[in-house]
């Protein structure tokens, strides 16, 4: 058991210490795995960046090395953009590095039927030129909170008046409209690409990377400095910047379908291993996905009630193995993870948090290996004990001498010392051995019935 103690916080310390090497690169070696930079500089180079999804920590370090690659170059920068929103205090610092860049920071709300929803409404607004595709929408900024609920102190009015004001002083400083803009935030406004460019919340509409940079040719905008530049981007040439492995790899890990699965997985693995101490590979596993969960949540500033909801749910399952409770314990846990589930992230916009189909699949599959692992150890405690003395108990014997009621039979091999629980038996009947008392067995005449 010690060893098996041994391996699994080894594990353990393995993943912790995996994440913590992450976080060292991410923030002292910004270009590592970077994709090579050219050597040419002019304004007439754009380098283009591609963001499909959540705004999370991994998408600003992400965008910071992009910009500041473009600041080399002196090129362009251009944010192909498609989110349902992100983290409130991530949206600050994408948006506070776009207005302090040393370049002109393009956003294009490219993907057709994509959209710049909460935080993309506020990085569409601070760019130097905003750019829709037809078939996409902007807007639905407000900060959802929970039930008036805190964060970090702040309380939630305090936050929606921090985000207006916010909105109306980006569209100022862009010349937008300051007004719909700010009703983005306060009424949840959403705007076609069309209705978009009608009522000046972004400057043009384009299909494609080539066609922004082609309508954007000409166009005058001014740096955070104070200096105005001229775009000229006709027939610029295009440079495609990809995330490097690491921001790929959390990317992936910072998505709330992949970490509710990693929490998921984790605590399947513990609850295997608890229940059948000595697997060694599934508690390895599962405490590894455990604390790589952990982190995605707290990283996605998940609403710790769900979790604690969740973790609930992990205590209700490994009790019920130990507990008679007939199933209610189990039952309980499958409630408690359903509706911690379900408030992971109810605090968010529409389209960041986990799918409804996972978590029914999930909360099925848990329920299902619960009462597989239930079953089991009933099975297993119900068992005959088939090793050692108490593997002798109901076994059959044969009486090597007459039992008046002390003698000897013969079991498995073996003479034993025997004593007879009702009356007399003569040697060469079998017997049925009922109790065993240290090297004498107390046994009956054996009932053929």
């Known amino acids: ?5 041994a391996l699994f916080y080894l ?3 393995a993943a912790g210490f995996c994440l913590m090497l992450t976080a060292t690169i991410l923030n002292y070696l910004p270009g590592a795995f970077a994709t090579p930079v050219a050597a040419e500089n002019g304004r007439n180079r754009v380098v283009v960046l591609e963001v499909n999804g959540p705004i999370v920590p ?3 370090h992400y965008l910071s090395r992009g910009i500041e690659r473009a600041e080399g170059e002196g090129a362009v920068c251009l944010i192909n953009l498609n989110t349902p929103g992100g983290l409130y205090n991530v949206t600050q610092e994408i948006v506070t590095m776009i207005s302090n860049a040393k370049t002109p920071v393009i956003v294009f709300v490219g993907t057709s039927g994509g959209w710049a929803a909460s935080a993309g409404a506020f990085i569409t607004m601070g760019a130097h030129a905003a750019v829709m595709a037809p078939g996409t929408r902007i807007g639905a900024a407000h900060p959802v909170t929970m039930g008036g609920q805190q964060e970090d102190g702040v309380p939630a009015e305090k936050i929606a008046a921090d985000a207006s004001a916010w909105m109306r002083s980006l569209a100022e400083l862009r010349g937008r409209d300051a007004g719909l803009a700010e009703e983005m935030v306060t009424k949840s406004r959403s705007f076609s690409a069309a209705e978009a460019v009608k009522l000046e919340l972004v400057d043009l509409i384009a299909r494609d990377v080539p066609e922004v940079c082609r309508k954007l040719s000409g166009k005058r905008v001014t740096l955070a400095d104070g200096h105005t530049v001229t775009l000229q981007l006709s027939g610029a040439v295009l440079e495609e910047m990809k995330p490097n492995r690491v921001e790929s790899f959390l990317g992936t890990l910072l998505n709330p ?8 997985i984790g605590m399947a693995g513990l609850m295997v291993e608890i229940y059948h101490p000595g697997l060694i590979i599934p508690g390895v596993i599962g405490g590894i ?19 604690i909801l969740i973790l609930l749910a992990f205590g209700f399952f490994i009790a019920e193995a130990f507990a008679p409770t007939h199933g209610v314990l189990g039952t309980g846990g499958v409630v408690s993870f359903i509706f911690g589930s379900l408030l992971l992230f109810s605090m968010r916009k529409a389209g960041f948090g986990v799918s409804i189909g996972l978590i029914a699949a999930m909360s099925m599959a848990l329920a299902a290996l619960t009462a597989l692992l239930v079953t089991a150890v009933v099975r297993g405690q119900k068992r005959r004990v088939l090793t050692g003395l108490e593997g002798l108990v109901g ?24 004593v007879s629980e009702e ?3 003569r040697a060469g009947e079998k017997v049925e051995v009922m ?11 054996f009932d053929r019935q």
């Open 423 to 425: 009356g007399d038996i």
């Open 257 to 264: 379908d992949i970490a509710y699965i990693l929490l998921t």
């Open 435 to 445: 109790q065993n008392e240290g090297m004498s067995l107390k046994v009956r005449r």
């Open 395 to 418: 076994r059959q014997a044969v009486a090597r001498t007459d039992l008046r009621p002390d003698g000897k039979v013969f079991l498995e091999g073996e003479m034993w010392q025997a």
């Open 1 to 5: 058991m010690r060893r098996i103690g």
């Open 11 to 13: 594990g353990c310390f």
């Open 58 to 60: 991994v998408v600003s």
């Open 289 to 307: 996905s455990l604390l790589l969960g952990l982190y995605s949540m707290g990283s996605l500033d998940a609403y710790w009630g769900g979790i």
